[in-house]
């Protein structure tokens, strides 16, 4: 168990005093609540073992209480940003992309640095973090390190200030990571909060109405989807938009493997 006057694991600077740390951005997961009744939400991890989700997704001791802050500067800067695509009013903000049977939107209003800083931030938690929950999702640890030295660079205590050091970021890893949702979200969601290395360099992340795969060898993406990859700092960051009947079977599939 880690204590408060444990180092810091992102600065490994200060002291890690800040208690309850999210692990995951408190957007990402607060549409497991919604549609049920009661309102709660249920964790189904790689154990088997069912949780409600509020405890498992903060951590105590982790982290100082600037280097949290400097995370949740990501998170509300880009939750709205990519949340907006509901939101008709908002439409202007998005284009829209078909090929065939493959669909994606691109976010106008989001700077690709800040959104890979994000991602960047939520992978780097769930493997650092000593949560059961998490057990399954590793990433290797010079990746580990890579990001954490990277990002440590962009803990800033406002988001002006960020925006005054983003332009420093000319280099990422040598990653790759998409992020994809139904077209439509539903409502139970129907989806759950887990993550899992399926190997040494896929990764995968379930947030309840998205699913992230990062990748820690940029070659080893999925074959057809590298259009939609972020790791990069010149494109819009684009989000794939998968059927609704494609992501009720492919949720479904998760769980069940997860149960077994
Ligand atoms: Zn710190």
Redesign the pocket.
């Known amino acids: 168990m880690r204590k408060p006057t444990d180092i810091?694991l992102?600065?490994q600077?200060?002291n890690s005093t800040k208690k309850k740390s999210h692990l995951i951005p408190k957007f990402f997961g607060k549409g497991i609540f919604e549609g049920t009744s009661p309102r709660h939400g249920v964790g189904i991890y790689k154990t088997g073992k069912r949780e409600r989700i509020q405890d498992t997704l903060k951590e105590n001791y982790i982290?100082?209480p600037?280097?949290e802050r400097g995370f949740s500067i990501f998170e509300t800067y880009c939750s709205f940003r990519l949340e907006r695509f509901n939101d008709y009013k908002y439409r202007s903000q998005y284009n829209r992309i078909k090929r065939g049977k493959f669909e994606y939107f691109e976010c106008k209003e989001l700077d690709i640095r800040i959104f890979n800083l994000l991602i960047y931030s939520i992978v780097w938690r769930v493997s650092v973090s000593e949560s059961y929950a998490f057990g399954a999702f590793k990433l290797p640890n010079n990746e580990e390190n890579a990001l954490r030295i990277l990002m440590k660079n962009y803990i800033k205590p406002t988001q002006t200030e960020l925006f005054d050091h983003i332009n420093k970021l000319d280099f990422l890893p040598n990653h790759s990571h998409i992020i994809i949702r139904p077209k439509k979200k539903l409502r139970p969601p129907n989806s759950m909060i887990s993550a899992a290395s399926l190997n040494e360099w896929v990764h995968e992340m379930h947030l309840v109405d998205y699913i992230i795969f990062y990748f820690t060898d940029k070659g080893k993406n999925a074959v057809g989807l590298e259009e939609i990859d972020n790791n990069n700092l010149d494109n819009l960051v684009r989000v794939g938009l998968l059927p609704i009947e494609d992501w009720k079977s492919y949720s479904n599939e998760m769980v069940s493997s997860i149960l077994k």
């Open positions: 810091c992102l600065c600077e200060k982290f100082c600037d280097c």
